[in-house]
């Protein structure tokens, strides 16, 4: 191509394989024939969505195979299968992840630029799967991908939620909150399985059987339809499966109202329940208690586990048994992950459906149900562990519940057992807490799984010395630590090609599937060209960032100054507002020395707030108010830019990570289990400035603490401080410049429409319980920025660091952390093998 196109089109130059001219032209008439017989239009009427929908077709025509292929080779090798169970999947767009784990991304682009199609254009047009809310969404889509890769005869379950994620706008500074039907055009990767629709029951009463046995009766049943996505490996022939469930009502739900001739009113009101699957929850970090939040958890959990039955006795295993299945083996097959407490259903399920329905006696099911199960803890915040209450519980499920009291009995026995005299003990270990009246389900997890994780080193030590104390001393060999990852391929490969280019030239493609190798560019910290090739990367990456936000959210941003950002979840823990703080004592200091030579700086924030967390919201109108007075004050130039990003998801981070400069982590220590935006920038050649919390500490243990600015309490301080009483006033009297910041906020400086408004986050400040210590970080926050911008007016300095976290960044990759899961919890072993490709023969 001639040059000129590099810009509007640069993925088509890259050194990952050119295109060879048949494939370009099997790709071209695939889409030709997708345009005309599967989307039914021809080029006069064809719109854009019609040709992105011909491209993902052509696509999946690639993967088909592979993915019947993939089934075939599990069900004849009979390997022990990985479930992973999650109320929610952020997986973002498929298009471009399944041409790079296909190989097959230089054919297309190269096809549709021949017939005049650019196809990062129609990319954009795909809507992206948001069928979560954060990090733990975002953590279970890169695990797909890492098990796919690893060749791990793996599957994802979870919600086809109608609705994922909420839109957010930004209108006159405040959010609100808009749905997302991402199905309003059908989704092309998604194949619905009629056939194999499972019920699923609620209510009802359990009465004893003739036969001295429990039945569940009377109860409503919704079908659980599934709905199957393909998950492909890396270049290794492997395509897993993820499987969705969506609510369909049963006709028999309305029996009654059908045989009493309402046929209209009863086909009408299926819908109801139908709603189970309708919306994601859109909280992070937070449990709101609803019960439909709980008829959603059993529907995955009851779908999912029948699911894994049926598979188990249609195995190789059971082959020759005709009738009766044994069950001996059943942990040695299948390995159930809880990605937290969400789907801790499971445990009960599995011993109902053991026990009720295969007729096993309750000691062999428990003991199966526990060697199956293992369960990932993702928080110590006391507002996010679930606790049912008794009698919603009861009344939803009433044999789960009998089956728990009967776990909570054989396990108090245990405890006393051990601690006889400890009746303090048998109080707090108690999975139902008949006087709050709540169902603990951390508990049941514990106690219903052989392994329990933590998601970073600090996380895993804390939940043995905090939240699940009494249960690391009564099974210490439960506990284990997994430090999270992220994908390199849609983290590296995919959202930063130029980058990847410029490492796979030093140091080979090795590092795509084993990212540890990326140390080798530790050899290449002083080669000049390497520098300055790193600098315009960056450069570059800034560049179409804010060409990209102009274009489409009328957003200003200058690529020469240092992109410094935060962007994440809007939650107090995460301390938003202590990075607003400094924005402000920025600005002011500017303000009071008009001609100080300092370095230009954009502060990006982005990330949605639970529509119910007002604090949260009121946080997010201050960052813009303080945006729109920094660009409205002629003082302040070029100097200082401060932008919130609407709608934050990982569409739009694919955009972001690339392009910054310095990473915002500075949770107080203690609260953020790990973090994984903290890794994607590092891996993008982001600095980190953050507290010693979650994933920040190992981050500083692997590239070293003269490559990172930390700052502010540690976790063992914070708790002395706590335990001291945290004055915050001390810090306010004893800071002109925090004090000067918090007044200007209090007296209206960023409302004058409405001095008041912000009331309530100043009152909260200065509450000498404010959960979040802000101001006891403030003074070593700005100082850790002045060493910031020390070192970024020394582009060369800079720079080597930016090689040096790059580098440093191997130990965050997802496959690493899945290779820990394989070998220390599910048992399973990872292969580098390839699948046969499609063309050769049946396994
Ligand atoms: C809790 C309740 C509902 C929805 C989400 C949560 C949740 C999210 N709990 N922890 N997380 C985050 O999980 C990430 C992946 O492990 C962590 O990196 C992050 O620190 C957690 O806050």
């Known amino acids: 191509h001639a040059p000129a196109l590099k810009e509007n089109n640069y993925k088509q130059i890259s050194i990952r394989g050119i295109p060879l001219l048949e494939n370009v032209e099997e790709v071209k008439k695939v889409f030709n024939r997708h345009l005309h017989f599967t989307i039914v239009k021809d080029r006069d009427v064809a719109t ?26 599990h069900f ?16 973002g767009r498929a298009l471009s992840n399944c041409m790079i784990n296909l190989g097959i991304e230089n054919s297309v682009d190269e096809a549709l630029y021949e017939m005049g199609l650019n196809i990062e254009e129609l990319e954009e047009l795909e809507s992206e799967a948001a069928l979560g809310n954060g990090g733990l969404g975002r953590l279970a889509a890169c695990y797909l991908d890492s098990m796919a890769t690893l060749g791990l005869s793996a599957y994802g379950y979870g919600l086809r939620y109608d609705y994922g994620i909420f839109a957010q706008k930004i209108e006159d500074g405040y959010q609100k909150e808009y749905p997302e039907n991402w199905l309003r055009y059908a989704c092309p990767w998604e194949i619905s399985r009629p056939e194999f629709l499972v019920p699923v029951q609620y209510y009802g009463k359990v009465i004893d059987d003739k036969d001295g046995k429990k039945k569940w009766v009377e109860y409503i049943t919704v079908h659980a339809m599934p709905y199957d996505s393909p998950i492909p490996g890396y270049n290794n022939n492997v395509v897993n499966t993820l499987r969705l469930w969506s609510a369909k009502a049963s006709e028999k739900f309305n029996f009654a109202l059908f045989n009493s001739g309402d046929y209209i009113r009863a086909v009408a009101e299926q819908s109801s329940s139908e709603d189970i699957t309708r919306v994601l929850y859109p909280n992070d970090d937070f449990d709101e208690g609803k019960i439909l939040r709980l008829k959603q958890e059993y529907f995955l959990v009851s779908a999912s586990v029948q699911d894994i039955i049926a598979r188990y006795k249609r195995s ?3 082959l020759k048994a005709d009738q009766q299945v044994d069950f001996t083996n059943f942990p040695d097959k299948a390995a159930i992950q809880l990605n937290d407490t969400h789907p801790a259903l499971s445990v009960v399920e599995l011993m109902r459906l053991l026990i009720d329905v295969e ?17 990932t803890n993702h928080t110590l915040l006391p507002e996010a562990l679930e606790k049912w209450p008794i009698d919603m519980f009861q009344k939803l499920l009433p044999r789960h519940f009998q089956l728990i009291t009967d776990i909570n009995a054989h396990h108090l026995d245990i405890v006393q057992k051990k601690w006889p005299e400890d009746k303090e003990r048998m109080k707090r270990m108690t999975i139902i807490d008949d006087e709050a009246k709540k169902v603990n389900m951390g508990y049941l997890s514990v106690v219903g799984s052989h392994a329990v994780n933590g998601v970073a080193q600090m996380h895993s030590d804390l939940l043995k010395s905090t939240i699940m104390k009494d249960f690391y001393e009564l099974n210490p060999e439960k506990f284990q630590n997994k430090t999270n990852g992220i994908t390199p391929r849609r983290w590296l490969l995919i959202c930063n090609p130029d980058l990847a280019d410029l490492i796979t030239t030093k140091i080979g493609e090795g590092w795509i599937t084993d990212l540890a190798q990326l140390k080798q560019l530790r050899d290449y910290v002083d080669d000049e060209q390497f520098i300055r090739d790193i600098q315009r990367v960056k450069f570059e990456n800034k560049e179409r960032l804010s060409k990209f936000l102009k274009k489409n959210f009328n957003v200003n941003i200058n690529p020469n100054s240092m992109f410094d950002v935060q962007v994440k979840r809007l939650h107090e823990y995460k301390r938003q507002l202590l990075n607003c703080l400094r924005v402000i004592t920025v600005y002011n200091r500017i303000k009071a020395n008009p001609d100080k030579d300092v370095i ?18 009121l946080i997010i109108k201050l960052i813009c108010n303080v945006a729109r007075t920094v660009s409205e004050d002629p003082v302040i130039g070029d100097r200082l830019r401060v932008v919130f990003l609407e709608n934050y998801g ?14 915002e982590q500075i949770s107080l220590a203690g609260l953020e289990a790990s973090g994984t935006s903290n890794m994607k920038m590092m891996l993008n050649g982001g600095l980190t400035i953050g507290t010693m919390d979650g994933a920040n500490v190992e981050i500083c243990e692997e590239v070293g603490k003269d490559n990172i600015f930390t700052f502010g309490l540690t976790y063992k301080e914070v708790d002395e401080l706590r335990e001291k009483g945290y004055n915050a006033k001390d810090y306010y009297e004893h800071n002109a410049e925090l004090k000067q910041a918090i007044e200007q906020i209090r007296d209206g400086v960023f409302s004058p429409e409405d001095p008041n408004l912000f009331s309530d986050i100043v009152k909260s400040l200065l509450e000498s319980d404010e959960k979040f210590m802000l101001l006891a970080d403030y003074e070593e926050y700005m100082k850790a920025h002045e060493r910031v911008e020390q070192l970024y007016k020394d582009g060369t300095e800079w720079t080597k660091k930016c090689i040096l976290n790059i580098a440093a960044a191997g130990k965050f990759s997802s496959d690493r952390a899945i290779r820990e899961y394989a070998k220390d919890i599910w048992n399973v072993t990872p292969t580098d093998k390839k699948l046969p490709s499609p063309d050769a023969g049946r396994p």
């Open 316 to 318: 190789k295993i059971n």
């Open 600 to 617: 230009q700086r954009t502060i990006i924030f982005g990330g949605k707030a639970a529509p119910g967390y007002k604090t949260a919201k």
């Open 48 to 73: 854009d969505h019609d040709y992105y929908e011909s491209i993902a077709y052509t696509v999946r025509d690639h993967l088909v195979s592979r993915w019947i292929r993939t089934n075939q080779y």
């Open 359 to 375: 007729n096993l006696g309750w000691d062999q099911a428990f003991d199966i149900t526990k060697r199956t199960i293992a369960f």
């Open 76 to 91: 004849e090798t009979d390997q022990k299968r990985v479930y992973y169970l999650s109320l929610e999947y952020h997986m």
């Open 650 to 663: 990982v569409s739009l981070a694919e955009k972001i990570i690339p392009a910054v400069d310095l990473s």
